[in-house]
């Protein structure tokens, strides 16, 4: 069995900074797509950034210049740097993978429980 564990999150001011992680922990053969999703109060989950095994990146235009997604492949891990936050960044994040857990397995998609990110001062 395979999950995602998410941390970091929290409360921080305006312009601030928070660097969310997220680990797969369990059978990991091989990790594909990694990303981060969002939803905010009364919103829709939507796509943060992701980014393939080969390492492209997709950002949304919302966060371009001032969020920055990585991962590690040796730690089955995915990072969000979050710098310059704003209000409108409070929400639920989500990290998000397609994972194969055995070689003869498909990969599925997996969500993590989510972490809350709360910007105010």
């Known amino acids: 069995q395979v999950t995602l564990v998410e941390s970091g999150g929290g409360l921080v001011q305006p312009g601030g900074s928070l660097r969310l992680s997220c680990a797969a922990s369990?059978?990991?053969?091989?990790?594909?797509?990694m990303a981060w999703f969002r939803q905010g109060p009364g919103k829709l989950r939507d796509l943060v950034a992701d980014i393939t095994e080969d390492g492209d990146i997709r950002y949304a235009d919302s966060v371009k210049g001032r969020f920055t997604i990585s991962r590690d492949n040796a730690k089955n891990s995915i990072y969000l740097q979050m710098n310059s936050l704003k209000a409108e960044d409070t929400a639920v994040y989500y990290c998000?993978?397609?994972?194969?857990?055995?070689?003869?397995?498909?990969?599925?998609?997996?969500w993590g429980q989510g972490i809350r990110v709360t910007v105010s001062s």
């Open positions: 369990g059978t990991v053969f091989g990790l594909a797509t």
């Open positions: 998000n993978a397609d994972i194969q857990y055995h070689f003869r397995s498909a990969y599925r998609n997996y």
